[in-house]
């Protein structure tokens, strides 16, 4: 085999979604990637501004349909800050607790794509398995599995129910994810294909604003929730690892799952313990948002995600920006690919965790 | 084989056939029973493969078609029949339609080879386990030429991975083989077998002198098999489909059925090398045990040793399957790397303690 081109997507198996990369590759080695995105391009942002805030609310479950919540609250908090609203205690407590039940999730998601990815089937059907239990709750409290729409402006849809039921599903979860570290820690095939294969070094990961596991995995401890008002009554630590390669990165995503429990366990706590409203009983329909702007930012199972309104005073945003950690983690690619085998690209590129929906809006 | 041969042409004779067309049906019955046997065998081993798989992931596997979804493989190998063959505009349209058949041709060669009782032997020349060997690699030249024909860059890349993997695990297969000829003295597959039998049972299989050799074996012959984790020729989540990514329909379904019965084929090759191949793991037969040394004894005998062989292959293919939902894929380099330098040497290593043995057990 000489140098050729290979085109790989946008409808490839495991690309998860549509990205399409071109590569130069003599052999099986490749010389250069060029990444190529859009393909999932909806027009979130543009969407906005032909919509009252109410009916761009549903949308933006969208953006990421696999941590839908984390967008909600990026969104009702910058229109909060709009409105200068500030949200009882009880609301924001249930938002942290749904938000870290959807970042168990969103990795456990990861996870099992992760291992087909390197062509191990079961653990994908295991971790399905967990995350059901989770998608199965929130299906019971907003009616929806995938895109919730149950944070509103000033706090929550609906009171949170069945707040008993979330213990057993943590501990559950918990315990299977040592059974998970029992076949895949310590597994050998699966350490010679993650163990350095595409490292990022903090330095490089920081210049391409790489944020969330993929940054805390390269010898980084930055993580939004520690700087968030929200977290302040958490105690939790910030999962982190040195070495920059995919199996720091498995490692990251794991351990956070486990702090995630943790948060839970207390939130639950709160939550049963103490009442309040849940809602400051706003009418969502006719808001009445002056001339401004605001911006809320929110640490998304794969990093930083911003909401930035800019309001006319009309009753339609006159623009909304997002920025989402999955971009910024597409365009470093061609850095990490650079120089590795075909068989690895599915290795760098499914521990990056990247969402298309999420790159492309 | 005399009796069934004369009960064969009474049996003829009852219904006025002359005797010279017995002459020549006759020696074609066995490979008659093989194909029927080859086909049955691949349509419950893909669903055995699924419905284990299934069950070790949580699921309960096909459980529509028929009872329990015993005839899903029979529906799906009547849909594939059904389909269209495409071939792709810039292929070499000869290769690609003979590439499927050069695959499949030798399987049916390699079931003939196999030892499957005392009777049933129907290749058994002097050294048909190099006989073996040879046609146990042709299928590859098979996925070689229809990765190549396909005209596909994901196909190409599937089938120089095949070649490279195929190449570089025949060799520890060849060098842990040698320790068992030693062992044996033979190059025959039934010898092979029979040099195991003691009244002990597994007390002379191969696999106690020669254990390095069989896990040397066991890993190749995953490897040339060409399954998790050594599917790299086939990687979904990085060729689509390697090197069968452009086939459909009907040649499709015969790198498929390559696939299936090389795996049983590889399976029952361990066994005869390893595991005594159709001798009984209790030392005696159950048959001569009930009936004593009568005539239907010796009958029922064959049908056991079948039955043995049958079962110890079984498990042989359970742990591939096993195997399968257990492991993630290796890297393409580091897949060449264990051949060349750990399995490689394991081998030679297991060659030299085979020889030790054989010196010993000759010297007493």
Redesign the interface.
């Known amino acids: 085999?000489s140098r050729?081109k290979?085109?790989l997507g946008p409808q490839?198996?495991?690309t998860h979604g549509v990205l399409r990369l071109i590569l130069d590759v003599d052999?099986?080695k490749i010389l250069g990637c060029e990444q190529v995105i859009g393909y999932l391009h909806r027009g979130m942002e543009k969407m906005a501004e032909g919509m009252t805030y109410l009916q761009y609310l549903p949308t933006v479950d969208r953006i990421d349909y696999l941590s839908g919540f984390f967008n909600s609250y990026a969104y009702v908090t910058a229109v909060e800050k709009l409105l200068k609203l500030t949200i009882p205690e009880r609301a924001s407590i249930i938002r942290v607790l749904l938000m870290e039940l959807n970042r168990i999730a969103s990795h456990l998601l990861w996870l099992g794509t992760y291992?087909?990815?390197?062509?191990?089937?079961?653990p994908?059907?295991?971790t399905f398995?967990e995350r059901e239990l989770i998608l199965n709750y929130f299906e019971k409290i907003s009616g929806q599995r995938m895109m919730y729409n149950y944070f509103v402006f000033g706090g929550v849809r609906h009171d949170i129910e069945y707040v008993n039921e979330i213990m057993p599903i943590v501990k559950t979860i918990v315990e299977k994810l040592d059974d998970y570290e029992k076949?895949l820690t310590d597994?050998p095939?699966?350490i010679?294909?993650t163990k350095n294969t595409g490292v990022l070094d903090r330095e490089e990961a920081l210049a391409y604003s790489i944020t969330g596991p993929n940054l805390r995995a390269s010898n980084s401890h930055l993580d939004f929730r520690s700087q968030s008002e929200i977290y302040k009554k958490f105690e939790f630590k910030i999962a982190k690892a040195e070495a920059g390669d995919c199996f720091a990165r498995y490692k990251v995503r794991l351990e956070e799952i486990r702090e995630s429990s943790k948060i839970i366990y207390q939130a639950v706590d709160i939550l049963l313990s103490s009442g309040g409203e849940y809602n400051t009983g706003l009418n969502p329909v006719n808001l009445n948002i002056e001339a401004g702007e605001a911006f809320a930012d929110v640490e998304t199972p794969r990093g930083l995600t911003t909401c930035c309104i800019k309001s006319d005073g009309s009753g339609t945003p006159y623009r909304v920006k997002w920025r989402t950690g999955s971009f910024y983690a597409v365009q470093i690619l061609p850095k990490l690919l650079t120089g590795n085998?075909?068989?690895?690209?599915?290795?760098i590129y499914g521990s990056l965790d990247v969402m298309l929906p999420e790159v492309d809006r | 084989m005399n009796y069934l041969y004369c009960a064969f042409i009474e049996l003829l004779a009852k219904y006025n056939f002359p005797e010279g067309l017995a002459l020549i049906i006759f020696p074609l019955l066995p490979f008659c029973i093989l194909a029927l046997g080859l086909l049955i065998m691949v349509l419950f081993l893909v669903l055995a493969e699924r419905k284990i798989?299934g069950y070790?992931?949580?699921?309960k596997g096909p459980n529509r078609v028929g009872y329990r979804g015993l005839m899903q493989t029979v529906a799906d190998a009547f849909k594939l029949l059904c389909k269209e063959n495409i071939t792709p505009s810039g292929a070499d349209k000869f290769l690609f339609t003979l590439a499927p058949l050069i695959a499949f041709i030798p399987v049916m060669l390699v079931w003939g080879i196999l030892p499957y009782n005392a009777e049933f032997d129907l290749m058994s020349t002097p050294a048909n386990l190099i006989f073996y060997l040879f046609l146990a690699f042709m299928p590859v030249l098979g996925i070689f030429l229809g990765g190549w024909a396909s005209n596909s860059?994901?196909s190409?890349?599937g089938c120089?991975?095949a070649i490279a993997q195929a190449i570089s695990y025949e060799l520890p297969i060849a060098f842990s083989l040698l320790g068992i000829v030693v062992l044996s003295s033979s190059l025959n597959l039934s010898q092979i077998t029979l040099a195991q039998s003691s009244v002990w049972g597994p007390a002379k299989w191969f696999i106690i002198p020669a254990f390095i050799g069989f896990i040397v074996v066991f890993i190749s012959i995953i490897a040339e098999l060409n399954r998790?984790?050594f599917?790299?020729p086939e990687?979904?989540?990085?060729?689509?489909a390697g090197y069968s990514t452009e086939y459909s329909g009907m040649r499709f379904a015969l790198f498929y059925i390559t696939e299936y019965s090389m795996m049983f084929a590889n399976a029952a090759f361990i066994v005869v090398l390893f595991f005594g191949g159709y001798l009984s793991p209790f030392g005696g037969y159950l048959s001569n045990i009930i009936f004593g040394d009568s005539l239907t004894a010796n009958i029922l005998v064959y049908f056991e040793q079948t039955f043995w062989f049958l079962l110890k292959t079984f498990v042989i293919l359970f742990l591939f399957i096993l195997i399968?939902?257990?492991?993630?894929?290796?890297?393409?380099?580091?897949l060449l790397k264990l051949s060349w330098t750990i399995l490689l040497p394991l081998s030679i290593i297991n060659l030299f303690i085979c020889m030790l043995i054989k010196a010993i057990g000759g010297a007493m």
């Open positions: 085999m050729m290979l085109n490839h198996p495991s052999g099986e291992l087909l990815d390197l062509g191990a089937v079961s994908f059907f295991y398995r076949l597994n095939i699966f010679s294909r085998m075909i068989s690895d690209i599915m290795a | 798989l070790l992931t949580q699921r860059k994901y190409i890349i120089v991975r998790c984790p599917d790299l990687a979904e989540s990085e060729l689509v399968r939902a257990t492991y993630p894929r290796l890297q393409s380099d580091k």
